[in-house]
């Protein structure tokens, strides 16, 4: 398809075109302003015909591992746009924001309840924005306390955002193994636990949709050490009404609402990634904190041990209203999404654990891990795009890094019986194809709006942007 | 022509001419690590002890650390990897070289891996 | 409500293939188990939660807005939101499979190509969370580029941009200093400012450029893009800046949409995802994910950011934005902006307020009130007018934009006069 900048027609009118003068002296304003002009009707049909080259959950099956890519129910996006929400701007002031005010409150109030958490901060836009506040976190902590304490723990399955935001904090990561039952080796944990140790990153269940067996004695040594502890709660969904956090030792917890809560991801966002913390850390979170009084809701910006602030106003409201629907929604029967979670995953496993190797024999958490070493190397990602021809997202591949052609697989509990079946059918028939007709699968996909992409000459020789006379072919 | 070469286990290797080390990655190594699509070099002039990270090379889907083989003060980077670092996958031992090192150390040169050393520590991979 | 679409008799076969009599069996390897049932509120129907949606809604007030100081209430077309609400762009994720998300990743192109023709730079990436943010990422990534740890910040960066700075800069072990020498790593100015002045800053880059240093320009009104010169021209390595005025509602403070661009030679430290186009198997055009090695999943410890969840869905609204006002629209949008905020001040200095702007200003001006500030702005939210951001007790600052109808200036204005 040719690109919106290749249209040049008439515009609509969005708004009257009245004669107004601009005073600005000449080296302060732009000559050229060198936007296309496209008709409403051609914009329409080019953002929609794009959207028909797209795959989402409303579209298909999208086991991608980690992402938590469940329904995203409808009526929270049309609450979300309620002009009240919509159109009250940030400056509005506590007077006429009480609506918003009472929302954030009370959100809090139900991940509080949910995690065993004293706190949470609403203010992270995603995942990874709420891991660095939690570092951060930790290094104003001991700063204050006047402890030299500049490592932080992470095992070998961890995402990679947390040794990506250790850095930022300048903390050296200590990375520790995975042990034969898939935990985090405890002994070379003990090993690793000295005194200059910030903090451990944990994320549970972990990366390998396992349980951590040991998360309670890693809390605790950690605790005598002096070490906090973070949970990476990208997992949640394995957890709601099944476990707390805060109750396994934890001290701090991220949690996704676009993963557990539901909120649509957007084609890669916004997300928005809240923290939790106990009491004792309160202090820092971000200003302003909401606070009730005499059932009035107030902004609070006398916080003197804050960290600061890590968005420009107070979070992704509009996410949090979809998160707060979809908790309230659920209620007291959240625990049922996580079961739900758990059953498909397990039943998943049990249909393609004769088929693919699977590197730790247990039950599951709300994903798995299965490689596909066996059918070569670069099979993950042959087998990824074989599963787009079968109408399927693939799962995430080559993650967590310390299995070979890992597919890491998140059915979800939206998800039905007969999809599960289907999909497991589908990866069963695509390995025959391997052995029978191996080049179909190498050269994958084939029913999909472009063939398989050249990303090795997008790197090397970059074409980032648009511009007049700029086609490569 | 392996028989000047000498390697590290990390997969790099060094070649004396005149006084001088260049150093690239063995054709095994750039092998396993795809069509390389980016290269970070160190300053001319940067010191490095041996197996300490000097280089970062990119491919597509892996980034990795290039370790230096031999101490000692690096005097010249080959340039034409900004541009063409697919150079290293095309001719890992010649046109794909990465740095020339003054080492501090010549012994360290003997202590490395002769080519049949390599080719049986690679084969038992 | 529920959205789990198992039945009894598929939960009972499923159990029995696995191997286990009940859903509990799977869940042993949990330390703690939870013995109590969440304390949470009775589940909800959908109807009932649209209307205990609807209620607490009601609890806002939304008045004519005359405030802006980072958030900026411009028209949204129709056509947009029936765009953004196709299920196709906004229930994907990330694009890794690229063959499977071409809509999503030639937005991403598009709105990459946006960004460069508004800023004259050379590079965009996808989107970063907001205008804030994305300002203490460019501070990262010119340390990370020159080994440099000290920070210029010229006056009159809006304050919660210097608060999230100064949070990023206290983690990453950077100083904010108040002179420009050979340690600085780079200069920051935000233009138009905090107050709304409009300069040229061409005397600031060649400061920078003097000492070594990189020139960031923020730009927090990006409609002003259209009438004002493009920061690449008065000599910016870096523009990033806070796209929520390209389409983006208000929303109480989010989601907005963080923009960074640069010039070519900072391509590789880079945060956050770049698109670029590249042809398929078969000698098509497409489009991939590119120089993925900079980011978290790939390089961890080294990445160039930890960023991963962009705010790719407002990216695509600004994309469409951008599409639908095109070169005429958002001329208009710019003109008129400026042209309500230019009645509105001559107004009010007749009646007796002082206007602070010490050079030309856009859309936003700061008026010294004569009578206190919050004197005259509660009268002014008594007659359904939001006039303003108190700034101490006897100043504002006032925004205007293309929505702030001739009317509504009059409103103001007859309300000032009664205050």
Known sequence: MKTIFEYDEQTSGHLADEQVSIELPGDLRRGDLPLPNVSEVNVVRHYTNLSRENFGVDVGFYPLGSCTMKYNPKVNEDVAKLE????LHPHAGAKFAQGSLQLMWDLEQLLKEITGMDAFSLQPAAGAQSELLGVMIAKVHFAQKNQKRSKAIIPDSAHGTNPATAAICKMETVVIPTDLRGNMDLQKFKEALTPDIAIVMLTNPNTLGLYEENVLEICELAHKNGTLTYCDGANMNAMLGITKPA???FDMIHLNLHKSFSTPHGGGGPGAGVLGVRKFLEGYLPIPRIVKQDAKYAFDYDRPKSVGKVHSFYGNFGMLVRAYCYIRTWGSDIRKVSEHAVLNANYLLSLLKETFEVPYNRSCAHEFVVSSKNFGQKSAQNIAKRLLDYGFHPPTIYFPLIVSEALMIEPTETENKETLDRFASALKEITREIEENPQIVANAPHATPVGRLDEVM??????LKWSAGNRII | ??????????HEWAKLSGGFAIVGISDFAQKQLGDIVSVELPKVGSVFKQLQVMAIIDSIKA???IYCPLSGQIIEINQNLHDHPELINQSPYDGGWMVKIKPANKDEFDGLMTGTQYEEFVGQK | MNYIPITENDRNSMLKQIGVESINDLLKDVRPPLNDELNLPKPMSEFEIRQHMQEMAKKNTVLANFVGAGSYDHYIPSALNHILGRGEFSTGYTPYQAEASQGTLQAMYEFQSFVCLLTGMDISNASLYDGASALAEAALLCSSYNGRNRIYVRDRLHPHYLQVLKTYCNAANLEITDKIDEKTSCVIAQNPDFHGNA??????????HKAGALFVVCVVEPTSLAILRAPADYGADIVVGEGQSFGIPVNFGGPCLGFLATRDFLLKKIPGRICGMTVDSKGNKGFVLTFQAREQHIRRE???????????????AATVYLALMGRNGLRTVASLSYARAHSLQQKLQGLGFKILNDRPFYNEFLAQTPKPAAKILSKLSENGIQGGLEIGQDRILVCCTETNTAQDIERYVSAVRES
């Open chain 1, 84 to 87: 009240g929400f919509s159109s």
């Open chain 1, 247 to 249: 109750e396994q030792g």
């Open chain 1, 458 to 463: 997008a790197a090397r020789k970059p074409n």
């Open chain 2, 1 to 10: 022509m392996l028989e000047e070469i000498k390697f590290t286990k990390e």
């Open chain 2, 63 to 65: 980034s990795s650390d």
């Open chain 3, 199 to 208: 300069e040229n800053l061409a005397h600031l880059a060649d400061q920078a």
């Open chain 3, 302 to 316: 080294r990445a160039t950011s930890n960023i991963t969840t962009n705010q790719g869905l407002m990216a695509l």
